[in-house]
């Protein structure tokens, strides 16, 4: 069974900054499109930010100048820093990892105070 391993998530004030941290099996990050979800209570899941396996990325216009999304391939590792944090940005934060088949971590709490 394929697992995402996420990390980094916490109770930031409103302002700061946290780091999202996900791994994933060396087969699947080395192909796959890899991303951050997110899902606020009672609110859809949606996308945040996306990356290809040849770097390129796309993000939810919530995130533009405030996240970054990255990853180390040598550590098959994704990251999220994320900056300006607001108390909307609370969630649960998913990783995700689709090519023919979808791939999901089982989430890490943030939490933004004002």
């Known amino acids: 069974q394929v697992q995402l391993v996420e990390s980094g998530g916490g109770l930031v004030q409103a302002g700061g900054s946290l780091r999202l941290s996900c791994v994933a099996p060396?087969?699947?990050?080395?192909?796959?499109?890899m991303g951050w979800y997110r899902q606020a209570p009672g609110k859809q899941r949606e996308l945040v930010a996306t990356?290809?396996?040849?770097?390129?990325?796309n993000y939810a216009d919530s995130a533009k100048g405030r996240f970054t999304i990255s990853r180390d391939n040598a550590k098959n590792t994704l990251f999220l820093q994320m900056s300006t944090l607001q108390p909307e940005d609370t969630a649960v934060y998913y990783c995700?990892?689709?090519?023919?088949?979808?791939?999901w971590g089982q989430g890490t709490q943030v939490t933004v105070s004002s």
């Open positions: 995700k990892a689709r090519l023919y088949v979808t791939y």
């Open positions: 060396r087969n699947i990050f080395g192909v796959y499109i």
């Open positions: 990356i290809t396996s040849g770097g390129l990325t």
